[in-house]
């Protein structure tokens, strides 16, 4: 396995993403609204292109590094529009994970849908690979990514109020996803939004 420096440049769009952060959202139950009064205003998921720095350059994996981002970077947008509209419907999340991921993605739509509750505002990250490993049968590749909160919400469309975030939840912490090289295009496999680790 190899470590690799490549980092994403943060994103001024809404990170889709986060099972853990739409969870957290869900079973506030105190607090009053914060942020927006209404469901109406929330900001398009527009990932920024990976950039590589000067010594990335040299790299001779910063091509793979690069497309595992953008299936990343993919599949984040696309579970951006799924979150504010609590459905996968019209989205092209297959295109960039597979079922296991995707069943996670699935699991919080419907709690989302039960709930009531869609993603409002903007979560920004920075995404990087810190392991790839060509050598295997089938290549494989770990991301992390710092995810910022600061101007996430969560719409209740019922109480027609924002759902603050948990007092306890850290706005800047690291999440991990992993990613497997199919058929010689990058597929996110898991995603784990419970990492404590602050960044």
Do not use: F
């Not at 986060?18 to 929330?42: F, I, K």
């Amino acid at each position: 396995m190899e470590n690799t420096e490549l980092k994403r440049t943060p994103s001024s769009g809404l990170w889709g993403p986060l099972v853990l952060c739409v969870a957290l959202a869900l079973t506030a139950c105190d607090g009053g609204a914060a942020g927006e009064s209404d469901g109406t205003s929330s900001a398009a998921a527009r990932p920024s292109p990976t950039t590589a720095s000067p010594s990335a350059s040299a790299d001779p994996h910063a091509a793979e590094k690069a497309a595992v981002l953008a299936a990343y970077d993919g599949m984040t947008t696309e579970q951006a529009k799924a979150y504010r509209q609590a459905s996968k419907n019209g989205t092209t999340l297959e295109k960039y994970a597979t079922l296991d991921a995707l069943s996670k993605i699935e699991l919080d739509l419907r709690r989302m849908q039960q709930a009531g509750t869609v993603v409002r505002g903007e979560i920004r990250h920075e995404a990087k690979v810190v392991e790839l490993d060509l050598s295997a049968k089938t290549p494989k590749a770990r991301l992390e990514d710092c995810v910022d909160l600061s101007d996430y919400t969560t719409y209740d469309t019922k109480a027609k109020k924002v759902i603050p975030l948990p007092t306890a939840q850290p706005l800047r912490y690291v999440a991990t996803a992993k990613a497997e090289r199919w058929d010689g295009r990058w597929l996110v496999i898991d995603i784990d939004t419970t990492g404590s680790d602050s960044c």
